[in-house]
């Protein structure tokens, strides 16, 4: 399960927040009127999306996707956050969030026990999609073991 203290597990987190989540969160921290200085305003642009071929397992792009970057400075801790699609108010929230646990803002604590929550949202849901999935698994044989 992804972990809110660490960065990068917290990054994955935020991109599958809610916004309204994030933006609830958001604004809890901003309550406090701490300084805030955006450093990279939310626009949505294109990345390429790579992924892992499964047989010979080498990288290829698959495509482009559309994301929306956010880069904010809080009370001198910077926060960043990426999330899918064109969402600046999600992706500005994630990165106020982002900043407010990585400064140990006093709601640090409720914003990674939310953001678990999200973790343990999404674990069931990927659990439950694929209970529903297994009876339609297919079989391949190949000839590349026979070779």
């Known amino acids: 399960m992804e972990n809110p203290h660490d960065r990068s597990d917290r990054f994955e987190l935020i991109a599958a927040c809610d916004g309204d989540v994030l933006t609830k969160l958001a604004n809890e921290v901003l309550a406090d009127d701490p300084p ?3 450093l990279q ?3 949505p642009q294109l990345v390429m999306q790579r992924v892992v071929e499964p047989v010979e397992k080498r990288p290829f792009n698959l495509g482009e996707v559309v994301v929306t970057p956010a880069e904010v400075e809080l009370d001198e801790d910077r926060g960043f956050a990426m999330v899918p ?3 600046e108010r999600a992706a ?3 990165a106020i969030v982002d900043a407010a ?3 140990g ?3 640090a604590d409720d914003i990674t026990t939310r953001l678990r929550g999200v973790a343990e949202n999404q674990q069931t849901e990927r659990e439950r999609a694929w209970a529903e999935s297994t009876h339609t698994a297919v079989e391949f ?3 590349e073991d026979d070779l």
């Open 92 to 94: 500005l929230s994630g």
């Open 41 to 43: 305003e939310p626009t």
């Open 141 to 143: 044989e190949t000839m």
């Open 101 to 103: 646990v990585a400064g």
């Open 105 to 107: 803002h006093r709601l």
């Open 36 to 38: 805030l200085s955006v």
């Open 85 to 87: 699609g064109k969402n």
